[in-house]
């Protein structure tokens, strides 16, 4: 039996993420996403996605030390990045700047497990100075070298600005990169696995993610979302921008999940977040507008915001650009994909379903000049 778009198909085991959408429970490797928010850094999520329990102190420490260091970029991929045209969309630019970072790579041709953690280390690092340097170089600028005395998020937030974020931003960040690392067999994750499964190579199987996370369906939706909130402008007119857009059966970017019936746990922490960043701009109105939007949507179709929602009010409170959305759920998602790859490498096997053929059959060759 066909299920469309392969709909609660179960197409392979992991130990590494569960999403329990009835219940509205996301667990990284054991772990409930809440505690994890609360408690834990990206950098140790990262230690956890990977190595499958917590880090202890050392390893931790060696984990950031490495991640620290690899945060530069070759002179070529920088002197590739500044010859693209300069409207060319963030994320099209994140996958062909790690097209070109694969022929750099010293474990290029090393497909083993060690070689692939350094790997996924360099690309975790580079992620967030490929998005800066982009941000810099299309505006005119020279890209802002990284330091290594800050997080993946403070560092990040410091290349796209050139000052050093206070402590809200950069938690605030910590914890969306924390939110966004991994989510099972989303669309990224099954095509980066799909990929791996031929044995290709981890860049390969990172540059299909990257493509797949672009479309609005999936990562690509808290730009929208972004686009949606500033096209209504204020308060007192979403009523009627939803309305219209409900009534001509329109999607609100945001809303609905595949997985999740419920409250999407990782939008309970966003909206928490946008809410505190709004006050602290002294601003709450997309915040307001949001809560707004939230219970039309949740009263008219019965459908929770899902995580792309409130990180869109969350970003731009942080005064990222608005189509560095996608990229940043990249930066984030990386560490994931990345898990994902080395486990699909771990016990692999080529993944190749079938289709339910629909098309003619017994039709006869008629040669070109008689048709
Ligand atoms: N707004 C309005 N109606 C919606 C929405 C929405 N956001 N999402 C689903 N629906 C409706 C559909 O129109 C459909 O109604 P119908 O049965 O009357 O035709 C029904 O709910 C089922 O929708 P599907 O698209 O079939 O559900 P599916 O499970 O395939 O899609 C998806 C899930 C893609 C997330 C969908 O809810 C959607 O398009 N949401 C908007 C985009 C979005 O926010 N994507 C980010 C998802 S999270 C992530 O990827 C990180």
Redesign the pocket.
Known sequence: MTKA?LEDVVAATSTICDVNGKEGRLIYQGYDIHDLAKHSTFEETVYLLWFGRMPTKTEYETLVKELKANRQLPATVIKVMKDFPKTTPPMDVLRSAVSVLAMFDPDALDNGREANIRKATRLTSQFPTIIAHWDNIRNGKEPIAPRTDLSTAGNFLYMLNGKEPDELSTRSLDIALILHADHEL?ASTFAARVAAGTLTDIYSAIVAAIGTLAG????G?NQEVIKMLLKIGEEPKVEAHIKKMLEEHK????????VYKTEDPRATHLRKMSEELGKREGNLKLYNMSRKIEEMILAD?G?YA???FYSASVYYLLGIPQDLFTPVFAMSRISGWTAHVLEQYSNNRLIRPRAEYTGPSNLNYVPLEQR
């Open positions: 778009g989303n609005p369906l999936h990562g939706a999607k609100v970017s945001g809303f609905g999940h595949r179709k459908l899902n995580v792309d």
